[in-house]
């Protein structure tokens, strides 16, 4: 790949990240916009209905929040069990 090329792919794949981890957030039994889910994450785990969470935010940062991070935790343990395999 040319040394050009390199920073267009980085925030492709940046931009493409961003938005699954979105859609994650987004979807499941309670359907929620990606806006909303957008303007839930400032306010922070533990915010309540005062603070601008609500439902959606307890949705978000009690359910969806850990299984994302989950995810991504078991992602990259994948990623360094093949690297090592293949090294």
Known sequence: MSPRRTP???VLLAASLVASAVAGLALGAVRMAPGQVIDVLPA???AGAGAGGGAAG???WDVRMPRLLLGAVVGAGLAVAGTVLQA
């Open 8 to 10: 267009v792919v980085l």
């Open 44 to 46: 922070g785990p533990g």
């Open 58 to 60: 307890a949705i978000v």
